[in-house]
């Protein structure tokens, strides 16, 4: 019967109190609970649910393929308009440099940049759930593209005019091989997040955890810094990628260092200190400035007018953006055919990408009260990616640094980026022809700049050293790995890593004796708590991990080590203390019946009691009251020898599994702890298990767990029901408790 109270009066604190039976698995199972009835639906019938169409579901399906129809009919003119237009046009304002930057990171012409911050942001409008995000051209996939074109359509395989000559390149050729191949790669990354959201994988971005994140942002963050420095001195090298291109890049940029030209480093370094100082400004005066002041546009204008006015490149060769073309492009079919090279680093850019707008999204939902879907996330991403990439685009994804001007600067919802992207429009059909003037020098400065959010995360290492010594190795082995293997083959070496720190985290897990405190039903490590204390002759092991083949070996040896009792030491030392015995008996031929008969009834009693007593003398005394009432007058030198091999083996009489951390077990983890069970029954312990969940008790049941010696009344709802039980088996016995 159970019996439930609490203290009512308010000023009185809570008082608990439970009065009842102590359960086990078999009552619990037989009397307390009763599962409901189901019946079972065969194949058809669950295809035929699933295929059922009503109003209400096709309703769902199109609101949830096209979010914005969940928004745009209440959206709320008066209060969010003008805060999505003024955002809108700030974060536009600097999309246009940032699209015409990163396209240089990703080797192809500057308007492909334009074409990237118009058509995807469009589309993301209607597919995307993050009202916040600054969808676009981003850094890190701009130079993972950058890579592969380059790889695939390297300087040497354009000779000008057929020729071999060393450094003549037909730079139209080559840049239109590399259109096709970062336009080919998009259209493969945006099949590839299509069809991850269809088979709803939105959670492999938990994979890509937030150390593992940072540290490889910061290391694309270098390999960007490391590629502009020839732009910002003037200078001519050849593009690297693959393993040690950071450090190819520099020593090549060393050795070209005395051909600097210096009219282009003195744009490119008044630029850098331009854009940081308006960006501390930004910064340190956010609260009171209605928007940030446009540095990055104010220096594209200003830079564009002066090189247009000197004619820096005809006079000083300051290398310059060049033609750009007006309009827009008719879509075409990307060249398919380039597929089979492409499909590897289309996965690694499909992750990050998704993984980089997923984790900004959900920043900004979870300050603004809303929820992102991550599998929706990914069709919106891959449509983007995959319908644009018809009219000449390349792998998009969310922009921090515009996403933080779209946020702080009003906007509301996804009407202030389709804003920014009728912005672009606005260039590219109109007014992109006055960009042509604008010094390389320039862009590489915006994207150094911009570069500095990322390199800030370097102050992750000395918290990380306070907080998780394992993320702190996750994070240097990501930046390591991807500033010396590339960003690819780092990103793989990464997430390898990261899995085997989870595998390092259940091969190791942390495992303690518990303790009950006084007068309650809660239990606690003994070594952290100087309340705990032990039970008598019980041991409770707890283990903060799942059990299966990886990890059932080094449970079992915690196991043993931690409550100090090895059935296999202790009978091993059993079986030598009888071979001992035996030998002294056979060179003692007076042995009478009467020694066999206590021989007979100490062994009967040792089995009777499940572990023998501590104190020899006790022992021998219980022998002689169950066979003839009399305790003996005197011992032989024969009989103490008899009793000391049969002594304690140990004394604790059962040990508690503490089952509340495991949340599931394999068929290899569940035949280890059956043979445990029966390993420890040997020497008269007696194991039980202790807070399984119903999950884990199906799953042991499947495995026919409970069959043989192993029955259902070992399982326990609680430690503190197992505690009980197994004191009151032990009150049981025909004799005291051992102390």
């Not at 593209?145 to 695939?152: F, L």
Request: hydrophobic share 45%; with cysteine; proline share 5%.
């Amino acid at each position: 019967m159970e019996h439930v109270t609490a203290d009512e009066e308010p000023s009185a604190p809570l008082v608990y109190r439970v009065e009842r039976n102590v359960f086990d698995e078999e009552y619990l199972s037989s009397q307390l609970l009763h599962e409901k009835e189901r019946t079972p639906k065969t194949f058809g019938q669950r295809v035929a649910e699933r295929c059922r169409c009503s109003s209400e579901k096709a309703k769902s399906a199109v609101l949830s393929l096209l979010p914005i129809l969940s928004w745009l009919p209440s959206y709320p003119v008066k209060e969010y308009l003008f805060g999505d237009i003024v955002s809108g046009l700030s974060t536009g304002v600097m999309q246009l440099p940032q699209g015409l930057a990163y396209a240089m990171l990703a080797a192809v012409p500057p308007v492909y940049g334009l074409y990237s911050s118009f058509y995807p942001v469009v589309l993301y409008t209607f597919f995307g759930t993050s009202r916040h995000i600054s969808i676009g051209t981003f850094a890190v996939i701009s130079l993972m593209i950058g890579g592969v074109a380059v790889r695939e359509a390297p300087d040497s395989m354009f000779p000008l005019n057929g020729t071999n000559v060393t450094g003549l390149v037909d730079v139209d050729a080559r840049d239109a091989r590399r259109v096709q191949v970062a336009v080919v790669l998009t259209t493969l990354v945006g099949l590839i997040q299509l069809f991850l959201g269809i088979l709803r994988f939105g959670f492999v971005a938990i994979y890509l955890a937030e150390p593992l994140v940072r540290g490889f942002t910061t290391a694309a963050a270098v390999h960007v810094f490391v590629s502009q420095l020839k732009y910002l001195f003037g200078v001519k090298t050849k593009r690297f990628s693959g393993p040690l291109s950071v450090l190819y890049s520099l020593i090549a940029v060393f050795k070209e260092i005395t051909s600097t030209n210096i009219a282009t480093l003195i744009v490119g370094f008044v630029c850098i200190v331009f854009l940081y100082g308006v960006k501390d400004v930004n910064e340190r005066f956010k609260k009171k400035l209605p928007i940030p002041i446009p540095g990055e546009i104010i220096v594209v204008i200003v830079s564009t007018g002066v090189s247009y006015g000197m004619a820096l490149f005809e006079n000083y060769q300051v290398d310059i953006v060049g033609k750009i073309p007006m309009g827009l492009l008719p879509p075409t079919v990307p060249e398919f055919t380039l597929l089979s090279n492409l499909v590897a680093d289309a996965i690694a850019i499909a992750v990050v990408s998704f993984s980089m707008g997923i984790s900004l999204a959900k920043i900004f939902a979870l300050k603004y009260g809303y929820s992102v879907d991550g599998n929706q996330e990914l069709i919106a991403l891959g449509l983007c990616n995959f319908a644009s990439s018809f009219f000449q685009t390349f792998v998009i994804t969310s922009s921090m640094s515009r996403s933080l001007v779209q946020e702080s600067t009003g906007g509301k919802t996804q009407i202030a980026g389709l804003l920014a992207s009728l912005l672009v429009l606005l260039v590219i059909v109109a007014i992109g022809f006055m960009f042509q003037p604008l010094p390389q020098t320039v862009l590489a400065a915006i994207i150094m700049v911009n570069l500095l959010g990322m390199f800030k995360q370097v102050r992750d290492i000395p918290a990380l050293w306070r907080t998780s010594k394992i993320e702190l190795t996750i994070w240097l082995v990501a930046f390591v790995a991807s500033v010396l293997l590339g960003l690819d083959f780092g990103l793989l070496v990464a997430i390898g890593f990261a899995i085997l720190t989870v595998i390092y985290r259940t091969q190791r897990p942390k495992s303690v004796i518990l303790g009950q405190i006084p007068d309650t039903g809660l239990y606690y490590d003994i070594d952290e708590y100087e309340e705990a204390s032990e039970c008598s002759g019980i041991k409770i092991f707890h283990s903060n991990s799942s059990i299966y083949f990886a990890n059932s070996d080094q449970y079992v040896n915690n196991l043993k080590e931690k409550t100090g009792v090895d059935p296999t030491q202790l009978l091993a030392e059993r079986k030598s203390q009888q071979k001992h015995a035996k030998t002294k008996n056979g060179e003692k031929k007076n042995s009478n019946d009467s020694s066999l008969q206590k021989r007979n009834a100490i062994a009967k009693l040792d089995l009777e009691l499940g572990v023998a007593h501590v104190v020899l003398d006790e022992a021998q005394k219980q022998v002689e009251v169950l066979s003839n009432g009399q305790v003996p007058e005197a011992q032989g030198e024969s009989d103490s020898e008899e009793v000391h091999f049969l002594q304690p083996l140990c004394p604790v009489h059962s040990i508690v599994l503490d089952f509340t951390p495991v949340n599931f077990m394999d068929s290899v983890g569940a035949k280890a702890i059956k043979a445990v069970i029966k390993e420890y029954a040997a020497i008269d312990v007696r194991v039980v298990l202790a807070g399984c969940n119903r999950t884990l008790l199906s799953d042991l049941r499947t495995m026919q767990f409970f069959s043989g010696p192993v029955t259902t009344d070992i399982i326990f709802p609680t430690i503190h029901d197992a505690v009980l039980y197994c004191q009151h088996k032990r009150a049981l016995l025909p004799c005291p408790a051992v102390h």
